[in-house]
């Protein structure tokens, strides 16, 4: 696609109900991240992908919170049971390689918990 | 670990005039780049400049510009001519190499540009 695509792009849920954001990347990009953007913070890294493969997955808040990757391209964030202090802004970037290339990020979910 | 310090909350600036955001850093590794985005208040971050570490020269992009100061790990913004377009989140962020291949953001400035 033309840039990385997000959805939805805001979420309304009740607290302890399962959410999924979704995010596709640039095709051709091999290396994904999720972040996490609440009020007034900076990004809070969570999970990167390398093709389909997650090397580290110690940016996770909880093991509430899990993300897959498959065809090297769609990339799911999954958050069960979720929390108030869940809400925040996620976002997603991709990149064509990991490295000091750029990241291009997609407008983000904001998931707001009720 | 790596760090990225924006000590500016908020900034402003009278439109044409410049403005500089202050960014500091701290690596381990030798080989690294750093970043300027922007975030308007549409979410949409965007890339405005990349640094390479390894040169010296300091980046420029239009009327960005930066000053990197590689010993003390300083990396500020220079806005010129700064236009309404201008007012948004401003974030600085470094990869370093090894086994850091994630970005690493500072908390941001947020700019305010008065007509």
């Known amino acids: 696609g033309a840039g990385v695509s997000q959805s939805p792009s805001n979420k309304v849920t009740e607290k302890g109900k399962d959410v999924e954001l979704r995010c596709d990347p640039i095709s051709g990009h091999t290396a994904l991240y999720w972040y996490r953007q609440s009020l007034g913070q900076g990004l809070e890294f969570l999970i990167y992908?390398?093709?389909?493969?997650?090397?580290?997955k110690s940016g996770l808040p909880s093991d509430r919170f899990s993300a897959e990757r498959t065809g090297g391209s769609v990339s799911t964030l999954t958050i069960q049971r979720t929390q108030q202090e869940d809400s925040a802004v996620y976002l997603c970037a991709s990149s064509w390689r990991t490295g000091g290339t750029e990241a291009f990020f997609g407008q983000g979910t904001r998931l707001t918990v009720v | 670990a790596q760090t990225v310090t924006q000590s500016q909350p908020e900034m402003s600036v009278q439109e044409a005039e410049t403005v500089t955001l202050s960014c500091t850093y701290d690596?381990?590794?030798?080989?690294?780049?750093l970043f300027w985005y922007k975030q308007p208040p549409s979410r949409q971050m965007i890339l405005v400049i990349r640094?390479?570490?390894?040169?010296?020269q300091n980046a420029t992009e239009n009327r960005f510009s930066v000053n990197f100061q590689k010993a003390a790990k300083s990396f500020s913004l220079k806005i010129s001519d700064s236009q309404l377009g201008d007012a948004a989140m401003y974030f600085c962020?470094?990869?370093?190499?090894?086994?850091?291949?994630?970005?690493?953001f500072g908390k941001g400035t947020l700019l305010t540009v008065n007509p």
């Open positions: 690596t381990s590794e030798s080989d690294y780049y």
């Open positions: 640094q390479e570490a390894y040169k010296q």
């Open positions: 962020a470094l990869y370093s190499g090894g086994s850091n291949y994630k970005l690493t």
């Open positions: 992908f390398q093709g389909n493969s997650a090397p580290d």
